[in-house]
């Protein structure tokens, strides 16, 4: 991979991790209601699913959810319904710890499963693979190299935004700042559910 490659690499891997996505918010919201190392088994999850991710469709996996369209109808209904509940359950959520707690449980388990339910998240990994892997001599060291980029970025955005949900936590405890604050992150969810259904 040249330098030329490698810059359109973190180009890419920039826009798509740090800019916001059902990751970025429950990173937040969960760092906002439960605190930083709560939040840190959601933030951990979501490098090593997308991993697994990358690595299926690397290996020719990926391209069969694109190819069958019940496959990829099951998977963005299932990733839908499953980021409406969240939106819902953190919506009622007023009280500190509130929403990882009792309504809310999206751990290191869920944020893996999360990756798998995510349509974009699969297309993003198919388009790595198609532009910077698939069809190269050095296939597997160009896979080398992407990996580990996607990997850190994953993390570090991700660690980012549940760093600034923890920052804001005190401030959010006071009146009905959380309760305003988890119905945003809610409709941000929603948004993104709205946003999958269109893929």
């Known amino acids: 991979?040249?330098?030329?490659?490698?810059?359109?690499?973190?180009?890419?891997?920039?826009?798509?991790?740090?800019?916001?996505?059902?990751?970025?918010?429950?990173?937040?919201?969960?760092?906002?209601?439960?605190?930083?190392p709560r939040a840190m088994r959601f933030v951990w999850a979501v490098p090593v699913g997308w991993s697994l991710l990358l690595a299926l469709c690397a290996a020719g996996i990926g391209a069969l959810v694109v190819a069958a369209p019940s496959l990829r109808w099951f998977i963005k209904a299932f990733g839908i319904a499953y980021l409406l509940w969240?939106?819902?359950?953190?919506?009622?959520?007023?009280?500190?710890?509130?929403?990882?707690?009792?309504?809310?449980?999206?751990?290191?388990?869920?944020?893996?499963?999360?990756?798998?339910?995510?349509?974009?998240?699969w297309l993003l990994a198919l388009t790595l693979v198609a532009n910077f892997i698939a069809g190269q001599s050095d296939a597997l060291q160009r896979y080398a190299i992407v990996a580990p980029v996607m990997l850190v970025y994953a993390f570090a955005s991700n660690f980012l935004y549940a760093l600034a949900g923890a920052v804001l936590r005190h401030w959010l405890a006071q009146g009905q700042r959380l309760l305003w604050f988890n119905r945003a992150m809610a409709a941000l969810l929603a948004l993104t559910a709205w946003w999958m259904a269109g893929a």
Request: net charge positive; proline share 3%; aromatic share 8%.
């Open 86 to 121: 969240l939106a819902w359950k953190l919506s009622g959520s007023r009280a500190l710890g509130q929403a990882d707690g009792a309504q809310l449980r999206v751990g290191f388990k869920q944020g893996v499963m999360l990756q798998f339910l995510n349509i974009k998240a």
């Open 1 to 36: 991979m040249n330098w030329q490659e490698f810059t359109a690499l973190l180009v890419l891997a920039t826009a798509m991790s740090f800019s916001p996505g059902p990751n970025t918010t429950l990173s937040t919201a969960l760092a906002a209601n439960g605190g930083l």
